[in-house]
């Protein structure tokens, strides 16, 4: 699963090897339960957060 934070139409998430990933705008995603989401689009991704 993956664990989104957003703040300001960008986001900081913990994906499942634990690497923390940087989005530069807002991201669509749709909810799955009161926690969980999944990506369905994203864009402008910074790859230097890698």
Known sequence: YVFWVF???SART???????????TC??????NDML?????YTEFNHNEL
């Open 27 to 32: 991201l669509q995603y749709v909810k799955q």
């Open 14 to 24: 913990i994906i499942g090897n634990g690497t923390p990933v940087t989005f530069k």
């Open 7 to 9: 703040s300001n139409c």
């Open 37 to 41: 989401f999944d990506i369905i689009l």
